[in-house]
């Protein structure tokens, strides 16, 4: 690997471990996920799982079902980036787990042209998408 490819993998590990602190910010119980968007080596939006702004902190309903409304870290990353002054145009997001379907469409309307993820998820439809559409796609395993 070149100088600059080693320092960007450092980077990126050092991004996911920030992400999945911020993780811990969930109150989800089932699944706790984190994410960061960064542009040139800013931190300029961050989320985690968890309702909507304004809702009871509780993900999960008495059978321990995901509520429906329950927003992605990748969502509420995304939507206050948009909320701000900032752009995401040519980010790069991290995120501790692949992104589903949905936040893919996001990511890619967003202008994110990297994506950073350090847990494979079951589905894989999200990744296939963005691969279609021509965002960069890495998966790093933490545990490594």
Not at 15 to 40: F, H, P, T
Not at 67 to 83: D, F, G, R, W
């Amino acid at each position: 690997m070149s100088e600059k490819t080693d320092k960007q993998l450092e980077l990126d590990k050092r991004y996911l471990r920030m992400a999945a602190i911020w993780a811990e910010n969930s109150y989800c119980k089932r699944r706790q996920v984190g994410a960061l968007i960064v542009k040139d080596q800013m931190i300029i939006s961050d989320g985690y799982n968890g309702t909507p702004s304004g809702f009871e902190n509780v993900c999960e309903d008495e059978f321990n079902v995901t509520k429906p409304y329950v927003l992605h870290a990748e969502a509420n990353a995304i939507t206050k980036v948009a909320a701000s002054s900032n752009s995401s145009k040519d980010a790069t997001i991290y995120i501790t787990s692949a992104p589903c379907i949905e936040c893919a469409k996001l990511i890619i309307q967003s202008g994110i042209r990297r994506v950073v993820y350090s847990e494979k998820y079951r589905v894989e439809d999200g990744c296939n998408l963005l691969s279609r559409a021509g965002i960069e796609l890495s998966y790093i395993d933490l545990n490594e």
